[in-house]
């Protein structure tokens, strides 16, 4: 197998070798880890995006109608996002509604 010019240089691995030695991303997070700075490989972890819910998914979730979900919207208990044509509901923020009741009240 003949070697490509691009491979030639001594910085640039073989992606034989990159792939025995792990991937490019555990490579890296390793890579952060042994810097002198412990919180700098943090930055390197991939950080999870919010979840959103359509009214529906949320309604089933909590157990109540989709009529009582956009009551929380419109008085502005949760907010609502729009995305396209569609509103739906960070997942976190729904956590919101969810309250303990004192002792002795159910």
């Known amino acids: 197998m003949s070697r490509s010019p691009f491979l030639a240089d001594s910085h640039v691995e073989p992606l034989a070798s990159v792939a025995v030695r792990g991937s490019l ?3 890296c997070v ?3 880890r042994s810097a002198s700075n412990p919180e700098r490989w943090r930055s390197a972890m991939p950080t999870a995006r919010p979840r959103y819910l359509s009214q529906q998914a949320l309604a089933d979730e909590l157990g109540v ?3 009582t979900i956009r009551r929380r919207i419109a008085s502005g208990a949760i907010p609502g996002y729009l995305v396209g044509s569609r509103i739906r ?3 976190s923020d729904a956590a919101t ?3 303990p009741i004192a002792a002795g009240v159910a």
């Open 25 to 27: 991303v555990s490579r």
């Open 30 to 32: 390793e890579h952060a």
């Open 65 to 67: 109608s989709v009529r």
């Open 89 to 91: 509901v960070k997942e």
């Open 97 to 99: 509604l969810i309250r």
